[in-house]
């Protein structure tokens, strides 16, 4: 798993780049035009996401990005909240995933019409790719996760 490679379009040049997995925290750059990428770290715990940070952390992003839109008073969420831990630990490096408190950051909840909590977001190059609503057990989101890394 450590010689693991991540596959990273170039947003200015289009040049395919194979990062190491193990170099993604350290701010690599194209190697054609060496232009940074952005949000490229992968910590392997989930990414706080909020308003002003969803444009760069989850559109912008290389890696597809799971993101769990919850609130503080949802009890399914806070038990799907060590799910997500867990998950983000497990797929360091091929998927970031990001928690969004949607009564903190009212615009991003309205623009994905999240209705019901906690609700899952799939992104990949911006834009939702799949979607799951309901606190789902550990191997319902890996099934779900399984088609969407695969897609
Ligand atoms: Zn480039």
New binding site residues.
Partial sequence: MTDARVLIK?R??G?RNRIPVTRLNDGPR?G??K?PFPSIATPSRPVVVSDRTFADEVLASPLPVLLDCWAAWCAPCGAMAPVLDELARSYTGRLKVGKLNVDQNPVTASRYNVMSLPTLLFFRDGKVVDTAAGALPKPEVERYLYRFLAG
Avoid: P, S
């Fill in positions: 170039c200015k040049c040049a194209c054609r035009c232009t």
